[in-house]
């Protein structure tokens, strides 16, 4: 009771739910936070996917049919930019705000206004981004990397753009430090790190990343700011700077990023493949250690991102080998979920659907990136759909493939219903087989010469985009079938149990279905038995 | 029992179809690396078949595993779960494993590597530059520079809605109007840099890509074993029309090469000369239609009204219907986006070219620039 | 508890600030990386009586390429003398510059060097360049200009060709000096 007592001051509704609009403008509450974050990244992810589709429909076939070249270079920018830091990244801490204080047996989150800030300026961010697409000189086109001197060539929407970066950063800073001090400070009482569930581990480290590489972003577009308006010169020549400069600033913030999307979603899986399997996850602490250890490494590989720059040998030959490095905690943890699933007794409900998925198609995707960390190829795969490929597959059935069986596994706990399994199945199964007629094409036709980033191809390349472009309307398509599955399960549905699956284990699978607005009041005892079982 | 074998039988036989399926689909050109022709090419391509095979043999081994766990390890089969979660044998055995095959890949490359950064010792220069959205050659050695860009027939093509089948065009997007000549059988060191942003400069048969950066310089190599056309492509987005500026390298024998720098040499002192006399006022419409349709159409459209709030429109200008002085600076010397062409085109294409849109759509000018007025303001 | 949170969380805010200002040491980290390695293939300076000082190899010769860029900014013409040049390492040699000013107007433009291959920069040294300073050129002005360089004799052996390549830019205070030129030049003739 001592323990609420303390947080009193935290909360200004203790017993009873604020109601109406109020309740979510001025929510402190990590579930309401979490269910924002969740929906703010849904919509994210059709506007997004809408970018994708005008995408695919100029692709269909040669020549140009539906857009301009300029609009479609703002097509390819803003769908990075948003899918990134609009649809992955919000609903990583959506899950992490939903799951981890009920996973370490805390009341809510530490900081819990500062949480609510760091949500509402998403929304704000996002309007000064989009709304670049009224403006005179039209919407970022000089892709999400935002390379100077090209970057320097947007009209009005400049600002907009450096300004919208720099909101994102200082939201996701700030519900990374929230998610730090939470765990930090807030674990119940025999909850040592080493008993804490891999989801959280996976989000610490994330949120490590977060705090160390965003506010070097927010240096390189400030650069970038007061280059194009301030007369400095970091990355102009002229005055003495380098454009080079931006790459290697911008990928030393950009590699921890990939990072950042990809932990939470190793994180998820490492939950729900022991669940399903039966079995306790295989060799615990070889997985933490490997998380860090990539999470370590991902500071020194950056310039793998633009071996075609030109550096000196020695410099091409350390990223290389650093690259290829990497590959060796992340085999670990293919293993060991393998491992985990080996000997066990295995059920295939739609969130190990997903996880399998990812295990499967994240390996597809570990296997080209592994190819492009040699340099000398990687000369001829550089900037071709080979690595549009690549990306895609490590983002798409590797990332949200994993926020997607996350959703599936924790759904019943948040509302209270079991989903629809057979729509959940057939949303597998019709994602499963799109994406991969949507990727896995993009390896031919990058090995044998497209360039990303045009707008129109050479003849040769018709049957294969008509493919991928059939591929990712379907997988479009495929999306409708969650927010059906999600609307149907927020409604009603069959009533989960407290425990939700037969094999799941952990703290948020103790309190009842759905949890009670604040999640522990009076905090649990965590033993050796209770922890990774 | 029965049922196990048979299971595993065809198994086994879609794991070996599927690997030769990817063998035989990998071994058609259009689906995977060029071999191309230089002798860096030939060392690319056959790292990249060495790694393809690694990895698709750890792939099949561990997708082998999985798969066999999904089939066998499920409850629905009565499996009971076994409780072991570690095994210190087993973690530190699939640490060492992969370790050794990455050294084992990593020795190749390293020596690929140092065999491409070999840059001197050539027997002739070639430097390339980017520009928004073409290329400019410059033959060291013999002095002679050129600019390239897409063909015009291609530029037609690929205006939006422009009604013109990509299909009937060989080789769409992949012609230029001025190729790069080189000979085969000599090294030839490649310099590559940038004049307004960066762009990327990548011929796949040559078998590397390397940017180019404005302000600073970079150095390649290549020796090309066999004549023929070679295409390529700009591979660092470098704005609107990044995805039309391609390149079109033309190997022949050294003889050839000789006559053709001899023939180069006579063109530009022909250009040289075109400033130097008057040209009627039908010779500079006709040639400025050409011109515009090479170098303007695509920023300012074929009906002059240009792009809103980007680039502007022609038709109706102020400076298009104003005093010629003032036109020929702003198109000599640039303004904003608008490059400066002064380098890009001679005396003759500038005045045929101003004068083709001081008489086209609605403007009023209606008067000749002659090249000699180029020329004097220059 | 919450004296906890907000000690961990000051902590880590003081930790992004400091990210924040990484980002900006990564600048001058950027130059002394470039300065070591050799990286984007600035070029060194040394004093004339060093320069003399030094070894010569006359066994070896290595060639240097001299290439000359103009930025589309500025209203000039920029050649080298002569496109190639066969130097022994350790010997003083000089380059020949011609820039001339096509324009009506004065105008400053500042060279800025780049060398390949990258590690030959560092044993790359100049005693003197028209690339030291910005340079002034009156209308229509042709003006000769000298680079004094000396290659390092440690130059590794693997290395037989570099170029040197120099773009002119617009100095970005141009049009402030050529504005101030012009009028303290109105000045002395209309004193005159």
């Known amino acids: ?533 | 029992m029965s049922v196990d074998k048979l299971k595993q039988t065809v198994l086994g036989l879609v794991a070996v179809s599927l690997f030769l399926v990817s063998g035989a689909v990998l071994a058609e050109y259009p689906l995977n690396l060029t071999e191309g022709v230089t002798p860096t090419s030939h060392k690319v391509y056959e790292l990249h078949m060495i790694i393809l095979y690694i990895v698709t043999v750890i792939g099949i081994a561990v997708f082998g595993v999985m798969a066999w766990s999904i089939f066998h390890h499920r409850k629905s089969k009565g499996a009971v779960a076994a409780q072991f979660h570690h095994s210190t044998t087993a973690e530190i055995t699939w640490t060492i494993i992969p370790i050794l095959i990455l050294v084992g890949m990593a020795i190749p490359a390293t020596k690929t590597l140092v065999f491409m950064e070999k840059t001197g010792d050539a027997e002739m220069t070639l430097k390339v530059t980017g520009y928004q959205w073409k290329w400019k050659y410059d033959y060291l050695d013999e002095g002679i520079s050129f600019f390239s860009a897409l063909s015009e027939e291609d530029n037609k093509a690929r205006q939006r809605n422009s009604g013109i089948d990509p299909f009937t065009i060989e080789n769409y997007l992949k012609n230029v109007d001025n190729p790069v000549v080189l000979p085969v059988d000599t090294k030839i060191r490649i310099l590559t840099t940038a004049a307004d942003v960066i762009h990327a400069w990548w011929v796949p048969a040559l078998g590397w890509k390397r940017d180019a950066v404005p302000g600073y310089i970079n150095d390649n190599w290549t020796y090309i074993d066999e004549p023929g056309i070679y295409r390529g492509k700009c591979t660092e987005l470098c704005g609107k029309d990044h995805g039309f500026m391609p390149i079109v390298v033309h190997a022949v024998s050294k003889e050839e090469y000789a006559v053709w720098v001899e023939e180069q040499k006579a063109i530009q002192l022909a250009a040289a000369d075109g400033a130097n006399r008057e040209w009627s006022k039908e010779e500079l419409l006709e040639k400025g239609k050409s011109v515009y349709a090479a170098n303007c159409v695509s920023c300012h459209q074929a009906n002059g009204n240009g792009v809103e709030g980007l680039f502007p429109a022609l038709n109706g200008s102020a400076i298009v219907n104003g005093s010629a002085a003032e036109m020929i600076d702003l198109i000599l010397n640039g303004k904003n986006l608008m490059p400066a062409f002064k380098e890009q085109l001679n005396d003759a294409d500038l005045a045929a070219v101003m004068t083709h849109e001081r008489n086209s759509w609605d403007n009023t000018a209606k008067d000749a620039i002659q090249p000699a007025d180029v020329k004097a303001a220059r | 508890m919450a004296q906890n949170t907000r000690v961990t969380a000051k902590k880590l805010f003081i930790f992004a600030a400091c990210m924040f200002g990484f980002g900006y040491v990564m600048v001058p980290m950027y130059d002394l990386l470039c300065d070591v390695t050799g990286l984007n293939g600035k070029t060194g300076e040394v004093s004339q009586v060093k320069a003399e000082s030094m070894h010569v190899d006359m066994n070896r010769l290595v060639t240097v390429e001299f290439d000359t860029n103009v930025n589309p900014a500025l209203p000039w013409k920029f050649k080298a003398s002569e496109f190639k040049m066969n130097v022994h390492p350790g010997e003083i040699a000089e380059a020949v510059f011609v820039v001339e000013n096509t324009s009506n107007k004065p105008v400053v433009g500042q060279a800025v060097p780049s060398l390949v291959p990258a590690l030959a920069s560092l044993y790359f040294d100049k005693t003197e360049c028209f690339c030291f300073t910005a340079q002034l050129l009156e209308p229509g002005e042709r003006k000769e200009m000298i680079v004094r360089y000396v290659v390092g004799s440690e130059l590794p052996e693997n290395i037989s060709t570099m170029t040197l390549s120099y773009t002119f830019f617009k100095a970005p205070d141009s049009d402030d000096v050529a504005v101030s030129e012009k009028e303290s030049v109105k000045a002395i003739s209309s004193k005159s």
């Open chain 1, 1 to 533: 009771m001592s323990y609420a007592a303390v947080h009193e001051d935290d909360h200004h509704d203790h017993d009873h739910k604020p109601t109406g609009i109020g309740r979510w403008l001025f929510s402190t509450n990590h579930k309401d936070i979490g269910t924002m974050y969740l929906v703010f990244s849904l919509i994210m992810f059709f506007i997004g996917g809408a970018m994708a589709m005008v995408i695919r429909a100029e692709l269909f076939q040669p020549g140009l049919q539906f857009v301009d070249p300029q609009f479609f270079n703002s097509m390819t920018t803003v769908h990075a930019l948003v899918m990134i830091f609009g649809a992955v990244m919000p609903a990583g801490v959506g899950l992490a705000n939903w799951m981890i204080p009920m996973m370490i047996g805390a009341p809510d989150m530490a900081m819990p206004r500062m949480n609510n800030m760091s949500f509402w300026i998403l929304p704000f961010a996002f309007t000064l981004l989009l709304a670049t697409f009224f403006m005179q000189g039209g919407a970022p086109a000089g892709g999400w990397t935002m390379y100077p001197p090209l970057v320097l060539q947007l009209g009005d929407g400049f600002p907009f753009l450096i300004f919208a970066v720099h909101f994102l950063g200082i939201s996701s800073i700030m519900g990374a430090i929230n998610i730090i001090a939470t765990v930090f400070n807030m674990r119940a009482p025999g909850m040592t790190f080493m008993r804490l569930p891999l989801f959280v581990w996976t989000w610490i480290i994330t949120a490590f990343l977060l705090i160390a590489a965003m506010p070097v972003l927010a240096g390189a577009v400030t650069m970038l700011l007061t280059d194009k308006f301030f007369g400095t010169a970091f990355f102009d020549a002229a005055g003495g700077g380098d454009p080079v400069l931006f790459q290697h600033v911008f990928w030393f913030f950009g590699h921890p990023e990939v990072y950042i999307l990809v932990l939470p979603s190793f994180g998820i899986i490492s939950q729900i493949i022991p669940t399903f399997a039966r079995k306790p996850l295989f060799g615990y602490a070889s997985m933490v250690y490997a998380t860090a250890s990539i999470a370590f490494l991902s500071f020194f590989v950056w310039a793998h991102h633009m071996f075609t720059v030109g550096m000196p040998l020695a410099g091409e030959l350390f990223f290389m080998y650093a690259t290829m490095a990497i590959a060796v905690p992340t085999g670990v943890k293919v293993f060991n979920w393998t491992a985990t699933m080996w000997k066990g007794s295995m059920t295939f409900e739609t969130p190990m659907l997903f996880a399998i998925g990812v295990l499967f198609m994240f390996t597809l995707g570990g296997f080209s990136g592994l190819m492009m960390g040699i340099t000398p190829v990687d000369f001829q795969y550089h900037d071709t759909y080979f690595i549009v490929a690549h990306f895609h597959y490590v983002l798409v059935p590797g990332i949200v493939f994993g926020i997607i069986s996350g959703v599936y596994y924790w759904m019943p706990k948040w509302t209270g219903h079991m989903y629809d399994e057979k729509l959940g199945k057939l949303h597998f199964w019709t994602s499963t087989i799109s994406v991969n007629v949507l990727f896995f094409p993009m390896h031919f036709i990058g090995l044998a010469g497209m360039p990303r980033r045009i707008p129109d191809y050479s003849t040769q390349f018709t049957d294969w985009n008509m493919i991928i472009s059939i591929g990712g309307f379907a997988f479009g398509l495929s999306q409708l079938i969650l927010v059906w599955v999600v609307i149907k399960c927020i409604r009603g549905g069959e009533k989960a149990t407290d425990q939700v699956w037969e094999g799941a284990h952990g703290l948020e699978f103790t309190l009842s279905s759905p949890p009670p607005f604040h999640s522990f009041t009076t905090p649990p005892e965590v033993t050796d038995a209770t922890a990774h079982s």
